[in-house]
T-cell receptor
Framework: DAGVIQSPRHEVTEMGQEVTLRCKPI?????LFWYRQTMMRGLELLIY????????DSGMPEDRFSAKMPNASFSTLKIQPSEPRDSAVYFC??????????FGPGTRLTVL | GQQVMQIPQYQHVQEGEDFTTYCNSS?????IQWYKQRPGGHPVFLIQ?????EVKKQKRLTFQFGEAKKNSSLHITATQTTDVGTYFC???????FGAGTRLTVKP
Protein backbone atom coordinates (compact mmCIF):
# COMPACT_ATOMS: atom_id res chain seq x y z
CA ASP A 1 0.00 0.00 0.00
CA ALA A 2 1.21 3.53 -0.75
CA GLY A 3 0.23 4.82 2.66
CA VAL A 4 -1.68 8.01 3.26
CA ILE A 5 -1.27 10.42 0.37
CA GLN A 6 -1.53 14.17 0.76
CA SER A 7 -1.38 16.93 -1.80
CA PRO A 8 0.04 19.39 -2.30
CA ARG A 9 3.17 18.90 -0.22
CA HIS A 10 3.81 22.62 -0.12
CA GLU A 11 1.45 25.51 -0.66
CA VAL A 12 2.25 29.19 -0.63
CA THR A 13 -0.65 31.57 -1.00
CA GLU A 14 -1.66 35.09 -0.25
CA MET A 15 -3.96 36.18 2.49
CA GLY A 16 -7.58 36.02 1.42
CA GLN A 17 -7.12 33.20 -1.06
CA GLU A 18 -8.89 29.89 -0.82
CA VAL A 19 -6.75 26.87 0.01
CA THR A 20 -7.73 23.24 -0.52
CA LEU A 21 -5.74 20.40 0.97
CA ARG A 22 -6.34 16.85 -0.18
CA CYS A 23 -5.95 13.45 1.40
CA LYS A 24 -6.26 9.88 0.25
CA PRO A 25 -6.40 7.47 3.20
CA ILE A 26 -5.12 3.93 3.27
CA UNK A 27 -7.60 1.66 1.54
CA UNK A 28 -9.91 -0.06 3.98
CA UNK A 29 -9.35 2.37 6.82
CA UNK A 30 -12.63 3.63 8.26
CA UNK A 31 -11.25 6.61 10.16
CA LEU A 32 -9.70 9.76 8.78
CA PHE A 33 -8.19 12.57 10.85
CA TRP A 34 -7.04 16.08 10.01
CA TYR A 35 -4.38 17.70 12.22
CA ARG A 36 -2.59 21.02 12.26
CA GLN A 37 0.91 21.35 13.69
CA THR A 38 2.67 24.56 14.70
CA MET A 39 5.55 25.30 17.01
CA MET A 40 3.28 27.27 19.32
CA ARG A 41 0.33 24.90 19.61
CA GLY A 42 1.84 21.54 18.76
CA LEU A 43 -0.28 18.85 17.10
CA GLU A 44 -3.96 19.79 17.13
CA LEU A 45 -6.81 17.55 16.02
CA LEU A 46 -9.11 19.55 13.75
CA ILE A 47 -11.72 16.98 12.75
CA TYR A 48 -12.15 13.27 12.25
CA UNK A 49 -14.45 11.11 10.17
CA UNK A 50 -15.73 7.59 10.64
CA UNK A 51 -17.13 5.90 7.55
CA UNK A 52 -17.11 9.26 5.76
CA UNK A 53 -19.22 10.93 8.46
CA UNK A 54 -17.76 13.79 10.51
CA UNK A 55 -17.73 12.68 14.15
CA UNK A 56 -15.93 15.45 16.00
CA ASP A 57 -15.18 18.84 14.48
CA SER A 58 -14.70 20.67 17.77
CA GLY A 59 -11.10 21.36 16.85
CA MET A 60 -11.93 23.28 13.70
CA PRO A 61 -10.73 26.82 14.46
CA GLU A 62 -13.57 28.79 12.92
CA ASP A 63 -16.00 28.99 10.06
CA ARG A 64 -13.22 29.65 7.60
CA PHE A 65 -12.28 25.98 7.89
CA SER A 66 -14.35 23.21 6.40
CA ALA A 67 -13.70 19.54 5.73
CA LYS A 68 -15.46 17.01 3.58
CA MET A 69 -15.20 13.33 2.87
CA PRO A 70 -17.34 12.57 -0.18
CA ASN A 71 -16.20 8.94 -0.32
CA ALA A 72 -14.00 6.46 1.49
CA SER A 73 -10.92 7.29 -0.55
CA PHE A 74 -10.85 11.07 -0.52
CA SER A 75 -11.08 13.99 1.87
CA THR A 76 -10.49 17.72 1.60
CA LEU A 77 -9.74 20.45 4.10
CA LYS A 78 -10.59 23.90 2.84
CA ILE A 79 -9.65 27.28 4.24
CA GLN A 80 -11.53 30.27 2.87
CA PRO A 81 -10.36 32.98 3.21
CA SER A 82 -6.87 32.08 4.38
CA GLU A 83 -4.97 34.20 6.90
CA PRO A 84 -1.27 34.32 7.83
CA ARG A 85 -2.01 32.66 11.18
CA ASP A 86 -3.20 29.58 9.28
CA SER A 87 0.40 28.90 8.27
CA ALA A 88 1.25 25.45 9.59
CA VAL A 89 1.83 21.85 8.59
CA TYR A 90 -1.45 20.04 8.03
CA PHE A 91 -1.44 16.29 8.47
CA CYS A 92 -3.99 13.75 7.41
CA UNK A 93 -4.02 10.37 9.13
CA UNK A 94 -6.10 7.26 8.69
CA UNK A 95 -6.88 4.37 10.99
CA UNK A 96 -8.48 0.98 10.67
CA UNK A 97 -10.31 1.11 13.99
CA UNK A 98 -9.72 4.57 15.43
CA UNK A 99 -6.65 3.43 17.33
CA UNK A 100 -3.31 3.28 15.58
CA UNK A 101 -3.04 6.16 13.14
CA UNK A 102 -0.98 6.30 9.97
CA PHE A 103 0.03 9.78 9.00
CA GLY A 104 0.58 11.26 5.59
CA PRO A 105 3.66 13.34 4.83
CA GLY A 106 1.80 16.57 5.51
CA THR A 107 1.15 19.79 3.60
CA ARG A 108 3.25 22.77 4.58
CA LEU A 109 1.04 25.82 4.16
CA THR A 110 2.41 29.34 4.10
CA VAL A 111 -0.02 32.24 3.92
CA LEU A 112 1.65 35.54 3.11
CA GLY B 1 -12.82 14.83 25.15
CA GLN B 2 -10.21 13.39 27.42
CA GLN B 3 -6.69 14.62 27.07
CA VAL B 4 -3.30 13.21 27.78
CA MET B 5 -0.62 15.32 29.43
CA GLN B 6 2.99 14.68 28.57
CA ILE B 7 6.21 15.70 30.32
CA PRO B 8 8.83 16.92 29.93
CA GLN B 9 8.32 19.21 26.98
CA TYR B 10 12.01 19.16 26.09
CA GLN B 11 14.91 16.92 27.00
CA HIS B 12 18.50 17.37 25.98
CA VAL B 13 20.87 14.50 26.69
CA GLN B 14 24.41 13.49 25.98
CA GLU B 15 24.70 10.52 23.67
CA GLY B 16 24.74 7.37 25.75
CA GLU B 17 22.52 8.78 28.51
CA ASP B 18 19.05 7.42 29.18
CA PHE B 19 15.83 9.28 28.43
CA THR B 20 12.28 8.96 29.75
CA THR B 21 9.04 10.69 28.80
CA TYR B 22 5.81 10.38 30.75
CA CYS B 23 2.19 10.49 29.74
CA ASN B 24 -0.75 10.99 32.12
CA SER B 25 -4.49 10.94 31.74
CA SER B 26 -7.20 12.01 34.17
CA UNK B 27 -9.36 9.11 33.01
CA UNK B 28 -8.74 5.46 32.35
CA UNK B 29 -7.55 4.71 28.85
CA UNK B 30 -8.53 1.57 26.98
CA UNK B 31 -5.21 1.78 25.19
CA ILE B 32 -2.36 4.17 24.55
CA GLN B 33 -0.13 4.61 21.54
CA TRP B 34 3.32 6.08 21.13
CA TYR B 35 4.59 7.87 18.06
CA LYS B 36 7.90 9.36 16.96
CA GLN B 37 8.28 12.35 14.70
CA ARG B 38 11.69 13.05 13.24
CA PRO B 39 12.54 16.69 12.50
CA GLY B 40 10.78 17.67 9.29
CA GLY B 41 8.86 14.41 9.20
CA HIS B 42 5.47 13.10 10.21
CA PRO B 43 4.44 11.13 13.30
CA VAL B 44 5.16 7.43 12.92
CA PHE B 45 3.47 4.80 15.02
CA LEU B 46 5.77 2.95 17.41
CA ILE B 47 3.60 0.81 19.62
CA GLN B 48 0.24 0.34 21.27
CA UNK B 49 -0.28 -0.75 24.89
CA UNK B 50 -3.57 -2.27 25.95
CA UNK B 51 -3.22 -4.26 29.16
CA UNK B 52 -2.87 -2.93 32.67
CA UNK B 53 0.78 -3.01 33.74
CA GLU B 54 1.91 -3.99 30.26
CA VAL B 55 5.59 -3.62 29.38
CA LYS B 56 6.85 -3.86 25.83
CA LYS B 57 10.34 -3.50 24.45
CA GLN B 58 11.69 -2.50 21.08
CA LYS B 59 15.46 -2.77 21.17
CA ARG B 60 16.56 0.12 23.42
CA LEU B 61 12.99 1.42 23.89
CA THR B 62 10.84 0.26 26.80
CA PHE B 63 7.17 1.16 26.99
CA GLN B 64 5.04 0.80 30.10
CA PHE B 65 1.33 1.12 30.77
CA GLY B 66 0.35 1.86 34.35
CA GLU B 67 -1.66 -0.51 36.50
CA ALA B 68 -4.56 1.94 36.58
CA LYS B 69 -4.26 2.53 32.82
CA LYS B 70 -3.98 6.26 33.39
CA ASN B 71 -0.30 6.72 32.75
CA SER B 72 2.43 5.47 30.50
CA SER B 73 6.12 5.96 29.93
CA LEU B 74 8.70 5.54 27.22
CA HIS B 75 12.27 4.91 28.28
CA ILE B 76 15.23 4.90 25.91
CA THR B 77 18.43 3.29 27.14
CA ALA B 78 21.76 4.67 25.96
CA THR B 79 20.44 7.26 23.54
CA GLN B 80 21.91 7.62 20.08
CA THR B 81 21.78 10.54 17.67
CA THR B 82 19.22 8.59 15.64
CA ASP B 83 16.80 8.88 18.57
CA VAL B 84 16.43 12.62 17.98
CA GLY B 85 12.85 13.69 17.43
CA THR B 86 9.59 14.35 19.21
CA TYR B 87 7.85 11.52 21.00
CA PHE B 88 4.08 11.65 21.36
CA CYS B 89 1.63 9.58 23.32
CA UNK B 90 -1.99 9.37 22.23
CA UNK B 91 -5.19 8.07 23.73
CA UNK B 92 -7.66 5.97 21.78
CA UNK B 93 -10.16 7.14 19.22
CA UNK B 94 -8.64 10.54 18.57
CA UNK B 95 -8.83 11.53 22.22
CA UNK B 96 -5.86 13.64 21.62
CA PHE B 97 -2.15 13.56 21.38
CA GLY B 98 0.06 14.72 24.19
CA ALA B 99 2.12 17.84 23.59
CA GLY B 100 5.12 15.66 22.86
CA THR B 101 8.62 15.53 24.27
CA ARG B 102 11.31 16.87 22.01
CA LEU B 103 14.52 14.93 22.45
CA THR B 104 17.86 16.29 21.34
CA VAL B 105 21.03 14.24 21.64
CA LYS B 106 24.49 15.74 21.80
CA PRO B 107 27.09 13.47 20.20
Amino acid sequence: DAGVIQSPRHEVTEMGQEVTLRCKPISGHDYLFWYRQTMMRGLELLIYFNNNVPIDDSGMPEDRFSAKMPNASFSTLKIQPSEPRDSAVYFCASSLDGGTQYFGPGTRLTVL
Amino acid sequence: GQQVMQIPQYQHVQEGEDFTTYCNSSTTLSNIQWYKQRPGGHPVFLIQLVKSGEVKKQKRLTFQFGEAKKNSSLHITATQTTDVGTYFCAGPHARGFGAGTRLTVKP
